[in-house]
C-alpha cells in the first residue's frame, strides 16, 4: 500500500506546486490566468517576507497534491487561514490524500489559533463541493465575490 506523507511545503517545491496550480487552472477552464513566474511565486512564499504557506503531500513519485493558505485577517473574527487552493494530482485522488491534507490545515488553524478556516469553491464543481459537504464544511450562497484588476 502507497503511504503518503504530509509536511510543509519548502522552496525545492515550488516548482511541482507551480505545475499542480497549472493543472488546477486546467481544470477550472481558465489555463491562460496563471501569469505568477515561478521566481515570483518562490519569493512570496520563501523569501523575507513570506505571504503564503503550503503542506504537500508527498509519495514514492513525489509532490503529489498540495494546500496553500494564506492569512485572512475579519474584522469581526479575527485571523482565519484563507485555503487558496488544494489539488492532488487527478491519478492520486479516490486515497484520501485531499482529506489528510485539509485534515493538517485544520490542525495548523488551532496551532496558529487562528478563528478558523474559510475557502471558495466554484459552483459548477461538484466534485469538490461534495467533498467539502463530507468534512462538514457550511456553505454561504450569500456574498459575491468582487476583483479590481490593475
Known amino acids: 500500500m502507497t503511504t503518503t506523507t504530509i509536511r510543509r511545503a519548502e522552496r525545492k517545491d515550488c516548482a511541482r506546486i507551480l505545475e499542480l496550480v497549472k493543472d488546477l487552472?486546467?481544470?477550472?477552464?481558465?489555463?491562460?490566468?496563471?501569469?505568477?513566474?515561478?521566481?515570483?511565486?518562490?519569493?512570496?512564499?520563501?523569501g523575507e517576507a513570506p505571504v503564503w504557506w503550503?503542506?504537500?503531500?508527498?509519495?514514492?513519485?513525489?509532490?503529489?497534491?498540495f494546500a496553500l493558505y494564506y492569512i485572512r485577517y475579519s474584522t469581526w473574527k479575527g485571523q482565519r487561514l484563507y485555503l487558496e487552493d488544494i489539488f492532488v494530482d487527478p491519478a492520486k485522488r479516490g486515497k484520501g490524500?485531499?482529506?489528510?491534507?485539509m485534515e493538517r490545515l485544520?490542525?495548523?488553524?488551532?496551532l496558529r489559533n487562528f478563528r478558523g478556516m474559510v475557502w471558495q469553491v466554484?459552483?459548477?464543481?461538484?466534485?469538490?463541493?461534495?467533498?467539502?459537504?463530507?468534512?462538514?464544511?457550511?456553505?454561504?450562497?450569500?456574498?459575491?465575490?468582487?476583483?479590481?484588476?490593475r
Not at 54 to 65: L, T
Not at 106 to 110: G, P
Open 25 to 46: 487552472a486546467l481544470y477550472e477552464k481558465a489555463p491562460e490566468q496563471v501569469t505568477v513566474t515561478l521566481e515570483h511565486f518562490e519569493e512570496s512564499g520563501f
Open 54 to 65: 503550503a503542506f504537500v503531500a508527498e509519495d514514492e513519485d513525489g509532490v503529489c497534491g
Open 97 to 101: 490524500i485531499g482529506k489528510q491534507l
Open 106 to 110: 485544520v490542525e495548523e488553524s488551532r
Open 122 to 149: 466554484l459552483d459548477w464543481n461538484e466534485p469538490a463541493i461534495r467533498f467539502y459537504e463530507r468534512l462538514g464544511a457550511s456553505f454561504d450562497g450569500e456574498w459575491l465575490n468582487c476583483e479590481l484588476v
